[in-house]
Every structure is written in C-alpha cells, then in structure tokens.
C-alpha cells in the first residue's frame, strides 16, 4: 500500500492545481477551455504506446490499436479544433480597429 | 544521469506545459499561445514516452510498431480532417466526440493491463480497484458523450428522452457495477476465490452495464442542457486517466488526468451557473419537455402575434439611433453570422450605433457565439455581455432579435415555469422589438415566449440568414 502514497500524493496536488488554474475565467472562453482541457487528457496516448508494446497476444494488439487510434485522434483533433477557435479571437487588428471606429 | 531519468524529467516536463497552458487560456490575449503551450508539452511528453519503450530492455516489438504507426495515422488523420472541415456552428458535437474515444482509449488500456495482470499472476487489489474504476468511468464516457453529440447532430432527438423503467434500468446498471466492482476488489484479495476467467467475465458485466449507464444517463438529458454534460463527462475522461494512470504507475497521466479533472470540474460549476442551473438538477432531468411545461403564466400568450415585413423593419432600424442585435442558436444554425455583420456595417454607415448583447448560453455552449461572431470579423468591442448590456435595452431604441428564444423570455423573472431565474436579456425594456424567427416554434425549454406577444414585438417570420439578406436590401433601397 506504501506504493500507492506517492502516487496518490501527486493525484491529490494535481487536482488542486487544476481547480486554481482556471479559477476565473471569463464566459467568453468557457467553450475553448474546456475544448483545451480536452485535448490536454489527450494524454491518455501515452497509455495506449505502454500497452501497445506490452501486449503480446492478438486480443492485446487489437485493444492497442484502438487505444492508440482513439488517443491520436482525442490529441490531434483536440489541439487542431482549439486552435481554430481561438484563432478567431485573434483577429487582424488593423481592420477590426478600422471598422470598430467608423 | 541514465535515459530514463531523462524521460521521467521530458514528461514533468509535459505536464507543466499542461498546467501553464491551461493558466494561459484564461484570458483571450494569452490563450491561444497557451494551448500551443500545451500541445508542445503534449509532443515532449508522447516522444518521451516513445524513447523510454525503445530504450528500456527488450525493446520494442515490429508489430508494436506497426499497431503505433498505422494506429497514429488513422486516428491522428481523422482527428486532423474532421477538426480543419468543422463548422464552427458543429464544433460542439465535435469536441464531445473527441471526448467519448478520449474516454474509450482510457478505459482499454485498462482492460488490457487487467487481461494481462490476471493472465500472469493476478492482479493485486490497488491495481483492480484502480482498472475497474477507469473502465467503469471510461465506458460512460464513451457512451455518454456520443448520446450527447448525436443530441446535439439532432441524430437523436434533443428532447429528454424518458421510456418506462428507464429510472430503474439505470438504478440496476449502477447497482451491478458497484456490485461487480467489490467482487473484484475482494477476489484480489483473497477473500474469494475467483479463477482468471471469472475475473474477466466480471470486467465484462461491469463494462457492459457502465456502457449501458452512459447511454441511460444522458438520454433523459435535454439538449439545452449538453453543454454543462459534456463538460462534466470531460472532467469524467480526466479522472479515468488519472486511473490508468495509476493502473500503469504513469506520473504523467495522473498529473494531467486530475488536471482535466479537477478544471473540468469547475468549468462545469462556471457553466451551470450561467445559466442558473444545479448540476445535479441537470443529471436528475428534466428540463423540457417534461409535463407541465406547457402551462403559460398569467399575461402569457393568449395576445396576439404582430407580424412584420422586411420593408418596415429596414425603416424602423435606419431611423433608430441605437440599434442592439440579440444573436441566439438560430443565427448559428443558419449560418447568418456574416450577413448580421454586413446589416450593421450598412447601419453604421448610416449613424446608427449597433452592438451586440451576447447571453453567456448564446449559441450552443457558453462562449459559442463569441467565437462565431469573431469568425465573422464583428469587431470585438461590439460584442457586449450581458451583465453589461441589459441597463442599454432601456435606452435602445430596437432590439434586433435573431433566432434567440428562451434567453430573451420574460416568464424567466416569475416563478414556477421551466425558466424561471435563468438570467435572461432586458429585451422587452427596448422601445421597439423585431423578432426574425422561422415559425413560433418552442425553444429547448419547450414553453411560449411572452415576449412575441408584447405589443411592442414585431416578428419577421424568416429563416436568419434570408431574413437578413431582405433586411440588407431593403436597407440598401432605402
């Protein structure tokens, strides 16, 4: 049990973190943050390449695959789709400034 | 300092890209660096991981290789293509899709290190607690999340759906997981004798009625209601990495696991208190469609309709000097953002101050319609939250009402009916109100708007985007 201590200690700080990292964040970015927070347990990848090179069996090959497929496209599909979100805020400020004053 | 030292150090490394990534994407200066921050530490964190499995003794397998490469391709590809062609109006769905295979992936790594554990000398009880509890989590988060985008693809219908039994069904599936999972966890230690077979077909009954709860769960959920649902099954997919990564003793994973968790968490307190709304009201049910919802509060509908022609709106508006544009889900759906845009540039020109009140729920989800507007260039400062905007209607001259329905219902201030304390937009305090809507349809609470019946209300029964291309040519004409 001593094993666990660790990494629970570290569950325990995380959490804390992630409730104190987006403490006030205003509506206007209450759909890309959670679109970032999504790609971010994207991680789970990871996870699927640990398996994929353990798994020794068909049955182990298959779930592999499907972990790693599902993983990428949760990584890849995440940051993309966020980013193009975001983009959109950012805008060419030379002719959003333009129209704002006329 | 040996090579896996370093890999330990590349992904603290990831993980705190994650955390301040995170932190960056609190205000709309810094946020999309932050998310390149985070992606950044994402590419650390997987190349990591990578080098640790070819270095470590053994190696790694051809076929590991070729299950990692082509499982990349595929599922990165898919991602790739369907993030880059999304409309944003469906980028929503897209995102919960994103999060039912997140949840998916999480819940398979750990049934395969639990088929693996019991194939060998079993696994002990912190590791069983620790698979049954992602596979449990994982599972409604894959079946949940694509209940909740096929509601919001209108796949299935966005009404809550409510069979005979479903209560029950429900009860029973979270019974038999519960039941399952302390079958497990005493097997593991010893207090009962289960053989590896046994052990997996339990694993199976609890992925089987997890599945099932995910579907059950959100079913009874309406639509108006997804966003605060997806946002919770993310901060559900977070927690079941956090498992896996216990399962696999992953530091990085149970860092950004309780991360997503713990943020996913509060973001959907932030979003079910934008729109007046407890979480567990939402899980419970029953937002519309639900009986009842059709009673009218006293001085509800029963006036009558005033309907409208483009001509005398575009009259209406040029002569206004104070112009406010209420863009609801219906300007999205129709794809009119632009045109909105083009309306107010031609008033502008005109001396007419427009600007926008943006409800935070406006749009599918909190923030949506910021991000549709800004897509159709509308400059930032037009865009008003309501907070902020609702004293102005007082002042306002029109209000431009744009497929915008339960967030401009009056029936929110009274009591007793399916809006009752959602902040809604001053609308009705403006001189003059113009409603463009296709039909006098409900909207998701499924109840009348009072506000179509004010005096005051002229509707211009249109589809958004061909409502404002008459309303633009009339302007032009004038």
């Known amino acids: 049990m001593n094993d666990l201590l660790f990494p629970l200690t570290i569950f325990v700080l995380a ?88 | 300092m040996d090579i896996s030292t370093l890999v330990y150090i590349a992904q603290i490394g990831g993980a705190v890209c994650f955390v301040l990534g995170l932190h960056l994407m609190n205000s709309p200066a810094t946020a999309r660096n932050g998310n390149l921050l985070s992606a950044g530490g994402m590419v650390v964190a997987v190349l990591a991981t990578l080098v640790s ?62 088929i693996r554990l019991t194939g060998a000398a079993g696994a002990p009880v912190s590791t069983t607690i620790f698979v049954v509890l992602d596979v449990a989590i994982g599972a409604v988060t894959f079946t949940g999340s694509l209940i909740a985008s096929g509601k919001l693809m209108g796949l299935i219908s966005g009404k809550p759906i409510i069979f005979p039994g479903s209560r029950i069904l429900t009860v029973v599936l979270a019974v038999v997981t519960v039941a399952g999972t302390a079958l497990l966890v005493l097997g593991a230690a010893g207090t009962v004798t289960l053989d ?22 959100v079913l009874p959920i309406g639509g108006a209601d997804m966003p605060v649902v997806i946002s919770l099954l993310n901060a559900f997919t977070g927690t079941a990495v956090a498992m896996a990564g216990f399962v696999l003793d992953n530091p ?20 079910a208190d934008a729109m007046n709304r407890s979480i567990v009201n939402i899980m419970i049910g029953g937002f519309g469609g639900g009986e009842g919802t059709t009673a009218v509060g006293p001085g509800g509908p029963g006036g009558s309709v005033r309907s409208i022609g483009a001509d005398d709106v575009a009259i209406q508006l040029v002569y206004a000097s104070n112009v406010i544009v209420v863009p609801g889900y219906g300007l999205a759906v129709a794809q009119a953002q632009h045109a909105v845009r ?22 599918r989800m909190p923030g949506h319609m910021n991000v549709l507007l800004a897509e159709a260039n509308v400059p930032y400062p037009q865009l008003r939250e309501m907070d902020e905007i609702n004293p102005e209607f007082d002042r306002c001259d029109v209000a431009l009402v744009i497929g915008a329905n339960d967030v401009t219902n ?51 029964f249109a589809d958004a985007k061909a409502g404002l291309a008459d309303l633009v040519a009339a302007v032009k004409a004038l």
Do not use: C
């Open chain 2, 342 to 363: 083009e309306l107010a540039e031609l008033l502008e020109a005109k001396g007419v101050h427009v600007s926008y009140a943006i409800h935070p729920v406006a749009g």
């Open chain 1, 15 to 102: 959490i804390l973190v992630g409730f104190e990292a987006i403490a006030k964040v205003p509506a206007t970015l209450h759909t890309p943050l959670m679109s970032g927070a999504n790609s971010i347990h994207g991680i789970i990848l990871v996870g699927g390449l640990i398996i994929a090179a353990e798994a020794r069996d068909p049955l182990g090959y298959v779930l592999a695959f499907v972990a790693i497929a599902f993983g990428a496209m949760n990584v890849v599909g995440g940051y993309v789709v966020t980013d193009r979100m975001l983009q959109m805020f950012k805008r060419k400020p030379a002719a959003a400034k333009a129209k704002g004053k006329s």
């Open chain 2, 252 to 271: 990085v994973l149970i860092i950004s696991g309780a991360l997503v968790g713990a943020s996913g968490g509060i973001l959907t307190k932030l979003m």
């Open chain 2, 53 to 114: 499995l070819v270095v470590r003794p053994g190696g790694m397998d051809a076929a590991a290789w070729v299950i990692i490469v082509v499982g990349f391709a595929i599922g990165g590809g898919l991602g790739l293509y369907t993030a880059r062609n999304v409309q944003m109006t469906e980028m929503p769905q897209l995102v919960s899709l994103f999060n039912a295979v997140g949840g998916g992936a999480a819940a398979l790594v750990a049934i395969e290190d639990f």
């Open chain 2, 410 to 460: 009056p029936a929110a201030r009274r009591p007793g009916n399916p809006v009752s304390g959602m902040p809604i937009l001053n609308v009705d305090h403006a001189k003059s109100i113009i409603v463009i809507k296709r039909s006098m349809g409900r909207g998701y609470a499924g109840i009348d708007n009072e506000l179509y019946v004010n005096p005051k209300t002229g509707m211009l």
């Open chain 2, 196 to 217: 590896a077979t046994v052990s997996l077909l339990v694993l199976g009954v609890i992925l089987a009625s997890a599945l099932v709860f995910g579907v059950t769960m």
